[in-house]
Nanobody, 123 residues
Framework: QVQLVESGGGLVQAGGSLRLSCAASGRTFGTYGMGWFRQAPGKEREFVAAISQRSISTSYADSVTGRFTISRDNAKNAAYLQMNSLKPEDTAVYYC????????????????WGQGTQVTVSA
């Protein structure tokens, strides 16, 4: 069982930066691949980024490639999403998720989810 709590969301102007954190409970954090997803108002939840258990591989949605960076610190049971050059279209609730054995870009493959943190980017 893994419990996930996101933090770091807020209001930022276009072009600004935010760093989201995902704190995980449990002693097996390092065995889970981690992902970030987001859901904008009126839209379905979409994949943003994923990172493998030992940070060997990462993947990103085309819309955030070059602007966002996913990372993790297994010693601290935490995952992060550094978001730079933010755009109004990045406005959404951002969720972190944990997947046993590997990573994926499909939300149905993730086993545990946080409650989400709101990111609002003003023009």
């Amino acid at each position: 069982q893994v419990q996930l709590v996101e933090s770091g969301g807020g209001l930022v102007q276009a072009g600004g930066s935010l760093r989201l954190s995902c704190a995980a409970s449990g002693r097996t954090f390092g065995t889970y691949g981690m992902g970030w997803f987001r859901q904008a108002p009126g839209k379905e939840r979409e994949f943003v980024a994923a990172i493998s258990q030992r940070s060997i591989s990462t993947s990103y949605a085309d819309s955030v490639t070059g602007r966002f960076t996913i990372s993790r610190d297994n010693a601290k049971n935490a995952a992060y999403l550094q978001m730079n050059s933010l755009k109004p279209e990045d406005t959404a609730v951002y969720y972190c998720a944990a997947k046993a054995w590997g990573t994926a870009q499909t939300e149905s493959e993730y086993d545990y989810w946080g409650q989400g943190t709101q990111v609002t980017v003003s023009a």
